[in-house]
């Protein structure tokens, strides 16, 4: 094309033909797309960030893009033909004038470098430099360029190395101008701009590090499975009136594309996406995106294609029907050649999945021999070759070390070189295996599967999101430095719902460098402002983060299981809170959660009315339904414990829990049939509170969703709660702090005497208190007294209606050094009970550091007193505060106990010598790195480190999924034990030893005698 453009109208293309945009293997590494910006090539900017909204031309030669035309050549990729007809629709919803068509004095010219003779004039005329941009990977160049072509004055220039990178580089300016990536699946409204700017000289995103970066739509039963084929249409297989057609596909490929992702694993809970529409593959080739098939699923076949045509002895290559490569392999090779051909025939682009599992996400059920895999993959890549007719090395595959699969790559199986090798995380956000530094580089490199939604053991969590963002940072920064960088897929359950973790993942895939820890915060801010302008993006960045810590602690699916250790074993109770009654924890963290809901509701009263909709879809619900949860558990469970004390009170809770449940049906009711104009019916519809109710649903209920024949079920409450007959009696019961878990009252529920937790000076607990309730209808009045003036009471008379909390505390000025005793009696309605109280007075002059109390002392481990070599904060990645981790990650194993060996040291005051025990709570990580199980060193003063294998103290085995190890990702953290001597009370130094890298360490607690059973563990002691 000569620099004389023809001013013809050409956008419009026939989608007859779909070419590919690229083929041959994945790359080894994230080197091979390293971002532009060296050797004249353009800026690398953040997305967006060439674009202004200054009320006049910010710079000499920017951009006016209100009002210019969007042109694009009929001879370019349809998927760029498409994007600049989005491009089109966003600047209208931005500024209310609809582009036109055809070339004029400023216009925008879209184009992919050697596809579009629009593009490639104006290089050959020397008007566009690509340099640093032609020949890359999915690379996007937007340039202001004056005078391209004759009769156009100013152009923005929006061009690709190849069809993606055009199509990515136009969504960037959408992104640039405020269009969120969510508008449509979350009714996201842009902010309204009069003028819009594009600021001049040449800007690129870069290229992206990670080369495939993709979803997988997993689980989607019920949410996604009820709401899209009511909204797109039915399936069109015959009898799968639930598949997913292609419309519903577009959704999700455009948000893919606007999110820089390019690949994608489709739904498989019961639907085949090549059978469920044929379109499918068309619009997705149409579209621009890469198509795989999980890991369960391989040679471009959906696991359902079998399921639905195989059984009963048969299947249509004239087998079995059993899914078995040992007894059925010559209908599976037809099955998966079928697949092969439907890939060359449709031409679409595909990553092909290799090897073999069980049919419904399990092991292979003809064993797990290496001599069988290494079969099963070379007849595949023999598959591959006939049907392609090309060397097998230059189709993309990929093999997926998912689960049991692991182990073949442990025993020492490899594929072959050109083969992407992905590896995973344990379904919890944990990563199980890291490339191997000393194994040297792979033609195919590696990659990641990455979980924000999960169905399987321990229990699953599919409801809301639960990702926090310091945790995966960290991982995704371990996969980067490790090397891992051919292709990266997150499931992501229904995909709405984890929005914010989903859009995290897919923008550290393009470039790790641009998101250091130290930018997180930023990211939150960013991803605030794009859903919902920069103006308040600073408080809802706040929630976000706080909700992310928050749900960190404990999936709310959980929210009804207690895990303990029972002589060596791991014990599930479903009927039971995680968080104990001592310290009054379940009181804390719920209303740290109404604290937040309340937070966000003030933010939600501030927003615009045409932003109400994407705020409940985006942050409120999922922050006021799990406050509320939290609130229905709490009232659960209290009156679970007041109904066996017989309390007065006990109805009141069982009517607070229903009303509970009942709020939690409305929210999701606002959300299925409100929000957006109903829309969104029956989206939310994601059973959550039911768990564990065997009885009701069979024998799968510890882990599985409430669901009966497969079909999700409606939650009820489970544990049921009770209601008791309250006679009219007035009647005195007495609880005290600490005897809540164990359902101990007086003076008829207990077999020992009343006594509260030791009151000391330096104490952090919530302060102790007496609880008086009333186990009749008649109020009546109470009266305390104490035996000694240093022991207060805050009401020592008054009247009880149902209960009455009273808190006592202790006048230090009048307790004497060392211990003291004292009780406090308490009367009404007949009855007397005595609580005794004892006080632990330490002199000033032994106390240094963080100071024992109450038989323990609870340290957060960012709090060190002194670092020795390198370690980083993670802020937030912790249940309590934040962690800290030997840095680099990539650094060697380390001997502990030299004068310079990297630890973190803590002062502490002991009131007494003797034994004692010292807790690590470190995160639940796995033995990802090729020298084993992780390993930390713990020792006091001088002495000699103990050295602890976390995966090994524990029993943990992520390859087996067994119940020590679910117990770790369930309570998100792995507790490891040491036993120390102390020769003397007073101050000591406790040393804290990294050996491996990858290691969290989040709290150190320090049991004297008296630590509590709680689930977080007690508030961090006092620090002189």
């Given at each position: 094309m000569?620099?004389?453009?023809?001013?013809?109208?050409?956008?419009?293309?026939?989608?007859?033909?779909?070419?590919?945009?690229?083929?041959?293997?994945?790359?080894?590494s994230?080197?091979?797309?390293?971002?532009?910006?060296?050797?004249?090539?353009?800026r690398?900017?953040?997305?967006?960030?060439?674009?202004?909204f200054?009320p006049?031309?910010?710079?000499?030669?920017?951009?006016?893009?209100?009002?210019?035309?969007?042109?694009?050549?009929?001879?370019?990729?349809?998927?760029?033909v498409?994007?600049?007809?989005?491009?089109?629709?966003d600047?209208q919803?931005?500024t209310?004038?609809?582009?036109?068509?055809?070339?004029?004095?400023?216009?925008?010219?879209?184009?992919?470098?050697?596809?579009?003779?629009?593009?490639?004039?104006?290089?050959?005329?020397?008007?566009?430099?690509?340099?640093?941009?032609?020949?890359?990977w999915?690379?996007?160049?937007?340039?202001?360029?004056?005078?391209?072509?004759?009769g156009?004055?100013?152009?923005?220039?929006?061009?690709?190395?190849?069809?993606?990178?055009?199509?990515?580089?136009?969504?960037?300016?959408?992104?640039?101008?405020?269009?969120s990536?969510?508008?449509?699946?979350?009714?996201?409204?842009?902010?309204r701009?009069?003028?819009?700017?594009?600021?001049?000289?040449?800007?690129t995103?870069?290229?992206?590090?990670?080369?495939?970066?993709?979803?997988?739509?997993?689980?989607?039963?019920?949410?996604?499975?009820t709401?899209?084929?009511?909204?797109?249409?039915?399936?069109?297989?015959?009898?799968?009136?639930?598949?997913?057609?292609?419309?519903?596909?577009?959704?999700?490929f455009?948000?893919?594309?606007?999110?820089?992702?390019?690949?994608?694993?489709?739904?498989?809970?019961?639907?085949a996406?090549?059978?469920?529409?044929?379109?499918n593959?068309?619009?997705a080739?149409?579209?621009?995106?890469?198509?795989?098939?999980?890991?369960?699923?391989?040679?471009?076949?959906?696991?359902?294609?079998?399921?639905?045509?195989a059984?009963?002895?048969?299947?249509?290559?004239?087998?079995?029907?059993?899914?078995?490569?040992?007894?059925?392999?010559?209908?599976?090779k037809?099955?998966?050649?079928?697949?092969?051909?439907?890939?060359?025939?449709?031409?679409?682009?595909?990553?092909?999945?290799?090897?073999?599992?069980?049919?419904?996400?399990?092991?292979?059920?003809?064993?797990?021999?290496?001599?069988?895999?290494?079969?099963?993959?070379a007849?595949?890549?023999?598959?591959?070759?006939?049907?392609?007719?090309?060397?097998?090395?230059?189709?993309?595959?990929?093999?997926?070390?998912?689960?049991?699969?692991?182990?073949?790559?442990?025993?020492?199986?490899?594929?072959?070189?050109?083969?992407?090798?992905?590896?995973?995380?344990d379904?919890?956000?944990?990563?199980?295996?890291?490339?191997?530094?000393?194994?040297?580089?792979?033609?195919?490199g590696?990659?990641?599967?990455?979980h924000?939604?999960?169905?399987?053991?321990?229990?699953?969590?599919?409801?809301?999101?639960?990702?926090?963002?310091?945790?995966?940072?960290?991982?995704?920064h371990?996969?980067?430095?490790?090397?891992?960088?051919?292709?990266?897929?997150?499931?992501?359950?229904?995909?709405?719902?984890?929005?914010?973790?989903?859009?995290?993942?897919?923008?550290?895939?393009?470039?790790?460098?641009?998101?250091?820890?130290?930018?997180?915060?930023?990211?939150?801010?960013?991803y605030?402002?794009?859903?919902?302008?920069?103006?308040?993006?600073?408080?809802?960045?706040?929630?976000?983060?706080?909700y992310?810590?928050?749900?960190?602690?404990?999936?709310?699916?959980?929210?009804?299981r207690?895990?303990?250790?029972?002589?060596?074993?791991?014990?599930?109770?479903?009927?039971q809170?995680?968080?104990?009654?001592?310290?009054?924890?379940?009181?804390?963290?719920?209303?740290?959660?109404?604290?937040?809901?309340?937070?966000?509701d003030?933010v939600?009263?501030?927003?615009?009315?045409?932003?109400?909709?994407?705020?409940?879809?985006?942050?409120?619900?999922?922050?006021?339904?799990t406050?509320?949860?939290?609130?229905?558990?709490?009232?659960?469970?209290?009156?679970?414990?007041?109904?066996?004390?017989?309390?007065?009170?006990?109805?009141?809770?069982?009517?607070?829990?229903?009303?509970?449940?009942?709020?939690?049906?409305?929210?999701?009711?606002?959300?299925?049939?409100?929000?957006?104009?109903?829309?969104?019916?029956?989206?939310?519809?994601?059973?959550?509170?039911?768990?564990?109710d065997v009885?009701?649903?069979?024998?799968?209920?510890?882990?599985?969703?409430?669901?009966?024949?497969?079909?999700?079920?409606?939650?009820?409450?489970f544990?049921?709660?009770?209601?008791?007959?309250?006679?009219?009696?007035?009647?005195?019961?007495?609880?005290?702090?600490?005897?809540?878990?164990?359902?101990?009252?007086?003076?008829?529920?207990?077999?020992t005497?009343?006594?509260?937790?030791?009151?000391?000076?330096?104490?952090?607990?919530?302060?102790q208190?007496?609880?008086?309730?009333?186990?009749g209808?008649?109020?009546?009045?109470?009266?305390i007294?104490?035996?000694?003036?240093?022991?207060?009471?805050?009401?020592?008379?008054?009247?009880?209606?149902?209960?009455?909390?009273?808190?006592?505390?202790?006048d230090?000025?009048?307790?004497?050094?060392?211990r003291?005793?004292?009780?406090?009696?308490?009367?009404?309605a007949?009855?007397?009970?005595?609580?005794?109280?004892t006080?632990?007075?330490?002199?000033?002059?032994?106390?240094?550091?963080?100071?024992?109390?109450?038989?323990?002392?609870?340290?957060?481990?960012?709090?060190?007193?002194?670092?020795?070599?390198?370690?980083?904060?993670?802020?937030?990645?912790?249940?309590?505060?934040?962690?800290?981790?030997?840095?680099?990650?990539?650094?060697?194993?380390?001997?502990?106990?030299?004068?310079?060996?990297?630890?973190?040291?803590?002062?502490?005051?002991?009131?007494?010598?003797?034994e004692?025990?010292?807790?690590a709570?470190?995160?639940?990580?796995n033995?990802?790195?090729p020298?084993?199980?992780?390993?930390?060193?713990?020792?006091?003063?001088?002495?000699?480190?103990?050295?602890?294998?976390?995966?090994?103290?524990?029993?943990?085995?992520d390859?087996?999924?067994?119940?020590a190890?679910?117990?770790?990702?369930?309570?998100?953290?792995?507790?490891?034990?040491?036993?120390?001597?102390?020769?003397?009370?007073?101050?000591?130094?406790?040393?804290?030893?990294?050996?491996d890298?990858?290691?969290?360490l989040?709290?150190?607690?320090?049991?004297?005698g008296?630590?509590p059973?709680?689930?977080?563990?007690?508030?961090?002691?006092?620090r002189?």
């Amino acid at each position: 094309m000569s620099a004389h453009v023809s001013r013809r109208a050409v956008l419009g293309a026939s989608l007859a033909a779909v070419p590919v945009l690229s083929s041959g293997a994945l790359g080894a590494s994230g080197s091979a797309w390293a971002a532009g910006g060296e050797g004249g090539g353009p800026r690398v900017t953040d997305p967006g960030a060439y674009v202004s909204f200054a009320p006049r031309e910010p710079r000499p030669g920017s951009f006016s893009l209100v009002g210019a035309p969007i042109v694009v050549s009929a001879d370019d990729h349809p998927g760029v033909v498409r994007a600049a007809g989005d491009l089109r629709d966003d600047i209208q919803r931005v500024t209310g004038v609809r582009p036109g068509h055809t070339i004029a004095r400023n216009a925008v010219l879209v184009g992919t470098i050697g596809r579009s003779p629009l593009i490639d004039g104006l290089v050959k005329s020397g008007k566009l430099d690509v340099t640093g941009v032609r020949g890359r990977w999915e690379t996007s160049l937007q340039a202001v360029v004056d005078h391209p072509m004759p009769g156009v004055d100013r152009a923005l220039v929006i061009a690709g190395s190849d069809p993606r990178g055009t199509i990515f580089g136009a969504y960037d300016v959408s992104y640039g101008i405020g269009v969120s990536p969510w508008y449509w699946w979350d009714d996201v409204p842009p902010v309204r701009r009069n003028r819009v700017w594009i600021l001049p000289g040449r800007h690129t995103q870069g290229t992206p590090v990670v080369k495939y970066r993709g979803v997988f739509i997993n689980d989607e039963n019920p949410a996604l499975g009820t709401w899209a084929p009511a909204y797109f249409g039915p399936g069109k297989a015959p009898g799968q009136p639930g598949g997913f057609n292609a419309d519903f596909y577009a959704k999700v490929f455009e948000l893919l594309l606007r999110l820089k992702g390019n690949y994608l694993w489709p739904a498989v809970w019961g639907r085949a996406f090549a059978e469920d529409d044929p379109e499918n593959h068309k619009r997705a080739s149409e579209y621009g995106i890469v198509m795989g098939t999980s890991h369960e699923a391989p040679m471009m076949r959906g696991i359902e294609e079998w399921n639905r045509h195989a059984g009963a002895g048969k299947d249509p290559y004239g087998g079995n029907g059993e899914w078995s490569y040992v007894r059925n392999a010559e209908a599976i090779k037809a099955y998966w050649r079928d697949g092969i051909q439907r890939m060359v025939d449709e031409g679409f682009e595909g990553v092909v999945t290799l090897g073999m599992r069980g049919n419904g996400d399990t092991s292979l059920p003809d064993g797990d021999g290496i001599e069988l895999m290494q079969e099963i993959i070379a007849e595949q890549r023999r598959i591959i070759e006939e049907i392609t007719g090309r060397p097998a090395a230059e189709t993309p595959q990929v093999w997926t070390l998912y689960k049991e699969v692991q182990r073949y790559w442990d025993r020492g199986l490899r594929a072959p070189d050109d083969v992407t090798v992905v590896l995973t995380d344990d379904n919890w956000g944990n990563i199980r295996k890291h490339p191997d530094p000393a194994a040297g580089a792979r033609a195919g490199g590696y990659g990641l599967y990455y979980h924000f939604d999960y169905v399987g053991a321990g229990r699953n969590y599919k409801w809301v999101d639960t990702a926090n963002l310091t945790n995966l940072w960290d991982q995704l920064h371990q996969a980067h430095a490790y090397g891992n960088h051919g292709l990266w897929v997150a499931n992501v359950g229904d995909l709405k719902g984890n929005e914010l973790p989903t859009e995290f993942f897919l923008d550290y895939a393009w470039n790790p460098d641009s998101w250091p820890q130290e930018r997180l915060g930023e990211w939150e801010r960013r991803y605030a402002a794009q859903n919902f302008g920069e103006a308040d993006s600073g408080p809802i960045a706040e929630v976000l983060a706080q909700y992310g810590r928050l749900q960190a602690r404990r999936k709310p699916e959980l929210l009804n299981r207690r895990i303990t250790l029972r002589d060596g074993e791991v014990v599930y109770d479903d009927q039971q809170t995680p968080y104990y009654f001592a310290h009054r924890e379940l009181e804390r963290v719920t209303d740290e959660w109404k604290a937040l809901a309340r937070k966000a509701d003030r933010v939600a009263r501030k927003l615009p009315a045409r932003s109400r909709d994407a705020w409940f879809e985006l942050v409120g619900y999922e922050v006021e339904a799990t406050a509320n949860l939290y609130g229905l558990r709490q009232a659960e469970f209290t009156n679970l414990l007041y109904a066996r004390q017989g309390r007065a009170a006990t109805n009141d809770l069982a009517a607070r829990a229903e009303a509970g449940l009942e709020r939690d049906v409305a929210l999701a009711d606002r959300f299925n049939h409100e929000v957006a104009g109903g829309k969104w019916k029956g989206f939310q519809t994601q059973p959550h509170i039911d768990y564990g109710d065997v009885e009701r649903y069979g024998p799968n209920a510890g882990w599985q969703q409430p669901e009966i024949d497969n079909v999700a079920i409606p939650d009820v409450l489970f544990p049921a709660v009770r209601r008791i007959e309250v006679p009219r009696a007035a009647g005195l019961g007495v609880s005290v702090d600490g005897a809540e878990d164990a359902g101990s009252w007086w003076p008829g529920g207990a077999t020992t005497a009343a006594r509260l937790p030791s009151f000391s000076p330096y104490q952090t607990r919530p302060q102790q208190y007496v609880e008086l309730f009333n186990r009749g209808r008649t109020p009546f009045e109470y009266r305390i007294q104490s035996s000694t003036p240093w022991l207060l009471v805050d009401r020592a008379r008054g009247r009880v209606e149902q209960q009455v909390r009273v808190e006592v505390r202790v006048d230090w000025r009048r307790v004497p050094s060392g211990r003291a005793e004292a009780k406090l009696t308490i009367s009404g309605a007949g009855t007397t009970v005595t609580v005794a109280c004892t006080a632990e007075n330490p002199s000033p002059r032994l106390v240094q550091g963080f100071v024992e109390a109450g038989g323990y002392v609870a340290i957060d481990a960012e709090h060190h007193d002194r670092v020795v070599g390198e370690w980083r904060r993670l802020d937030g990645v912790g249940r309590t505060t934040s962690g800290m981790t030997p840095w680099p990650v990539t650094a060697p194993r380390r001997t502990p106990g030299a004068p310079n060996s990297p630890r973190l040291e803590y002062d502490v005051t002991l009131l007494s010598a003797g034994e004692v025990t010292v807790w690590a709570e470190v995160s639940p990580r796995n033995p990802a790195l090729p020298t084993g199980g992780l390993r930390y060193g713990i020792s006091f003063d001088d002495a000699v480190p103990q050295t602890v294998d976390i995966n090994a103290a524990t029993g943990a085995d992520d390859g087996t999924m067994n119940m020590a190890w679910a117990r770790n990702t369930s309570d998100n953290v792995n507790r490891t034990a040491t036993r120390h001597t102390i020769t003397r009370a007073g101050t000591h130094r406790l040393k804290f030893w990294t050996i491996d890298p990858t290691t969290v360490l989040q709290r150190l607690l320090i049991d004297t005698g008296g630590l509590p059973e709680t689930f977080l563990g007690p508030l961090e002691s006092r620090r002189v």
